[in-house]
């Protein structure tokens, strides 16, 4: 029962990289899952997230610039990122929760149940 985040690298500035999150076991279950990123020394922060029933929630920062997405068998959340900036440099995090239907999924770290380990990704210019 976890979640396994891929996809992670480096790239120069201006490029793209796709994460996925692989959800497996029990968080199967669960019908949220966020991307979240963090900076050394900082608090973790939400990217996008997605429902199960495809309600998307972004963080200003990345509008337009990410895309998060997922497969109908729930099996994996994607995430696009585009057009990618020296401080997208950061080690990512995929977290899920089970919510009630209809509730929109959260960007605030501290709700979330379930978390995968992280994956690094390195802008450079």
């Known amino acids: 029962d976890h979640l396994e985040e891929s996809g992670g690298g480096s790239v120069q500035t201006g490029g793209s990289l796709r994460l996925s999150c692989t959800v497996s076991?029990?968080?199967?279950?669960?019908?949220?899952v966020g991307w979240f990123r963090e900076y050394p020394g900082k608090e973790r922060e939400g990217v996008a997230a997605?429902?199960?029933?495809?309600?998307?929630n972004y963080a200003d920062s990345v509008k337009g610039q990410f895309t998060i997405s997922t497969d109908a068998a729930w099996n994996r959340v994607n995430l696009q990122m585009d057009s990618l900036k020296t401080e997208d440099t950061a080690t990512y995090y995929c977290?899920?929760?089970?919510?009630?239907?209809?509730?929109?999924?959260?960007?605030?770290?501290?709700?979330?149940?379930?978390w995968g380990q992280g994956t690094q990704v390195t802008v450079s210019s």
């Open positions: 977290a899920a929760k089970y919510v009630r239907p209809g509730d929109l999924c959260s960007l605030d770290y501290t709700w979330y149940d379930y």
């Open positions: 076991g029990y968080i199967y279950s669960t019908n949220c």
């Open positions: 997605v429902g199960s029933d495809g309600a998307t």
